[in-house]
């Protein structure tokens, strides 16, 4: 079955702390991964996806296929981090797979 | 600048109402699809759409229809609407391009709809 899990309701650090969001997925062929974010009274946006290798707004995302997961990581949190992020993966017909979502808080 | 838009930002309708969710993107892609975002579900896949006219279900499409005549709009139904359909409703668009669909697609979402049913 096709499965993404996110543990994480909720992660709340403190300004410049590390960050680490989880992400595991369950998928049988070779899987696409992504990371999207909703900021505060804003629509859901792609933050990045692994096949780009690319490093947005300080954000990295590395792709394990023997763990299967595809963490997000920041070394140095800033307070506009602070948002819903959905890890998803690629399930066939261009469709996505949403993990359940974890909320970064980054309090000052 | 990508643009997907819905109809409506909120939306309160009573049970047994039929309701429509409209949603246009301007972008020519051919895959549009509706989600539910609920708390501590995440987005799930309502219904989506591949081409004018064609439809699939996702993995809730109970108590839902859709209907796509025009490439650019994609709307979602509840025929008769319950109270466990209150909810945030999102839309998406995507290209079904070649670069797309061998590299990864990106999906661009609408503002969404927040739906009340009393």
């Known amino acids: 079955a096709q499965r993404v899990t996110q543990p994480e309701k909720l992660l709340s650090v403190f300004k410049g702390a590390p960050v680490e969001l989880k992400c595991n997925y369950s998928y049988s062929g070779s899987p696409e991964l992504f990371w999207y974010v909703q900021y505060s009274r804003q629509r859901l946006q792609l933050l990045l996806r692994?096949?780009s290798r690319e490093s947005i707004k300080g954000f990295t995302a590395d792709l394990n296929k023997g763990e299967t997961s595809f963490h997000l990581k920041k070394p140095f949190a800033q307070e506009e981090d602070s948002a819903m992020y959905y890890c998803?993966?690629?399930?066939?017909?261009?469709?996505?797979?949403f993990g359940a979502g974890t909320r970064l808080a980054v309090h000052p | 600048d990508v643009k997907v838009t819905q109809s409506s930002r909120y939306l309160v309708k009573r049970t047994g109402e039929k309701v429509f969710l409209e949603c246009v993107q301007d972008?020519?892609?051919?895959?549009m699809f509706w989600y539910r975002q609920d708390p501590g579900l995440g987005l799930r896949l309502i219904y989506f759409s591949y081409d004018v006219k064609m439809k699939e279900k996702g993995d809730i499409p109970e108590g839902y229809s859709v209907s796509r005549e025009k490439k650019e709009r994609f709307s979602l139904i509840l025929e008769s609407a319950s109270t466990n359909q209150t909810s945030m409703y999102l839309c998406?668009?995507?290209?079904?391009?070649?670069?797309?669909?061998?590299?990864?697609?990106?999906?661009?979402f609408g503002p969404g709809t927040r739906l009340l049913v009393l």
């Open positions: 692994h096949i």
């Open positions: 972008m020519d892609h051919e895959n």
């Open positions: 998406a668009s995507r290209t079904s391009g070649l670069a797309e669909a061998t590299i990864g697609g990106t999906q661009y």
């Open positions: 998803a993966l690629s399930g066939g017909y261009n469709k996505l797979i």
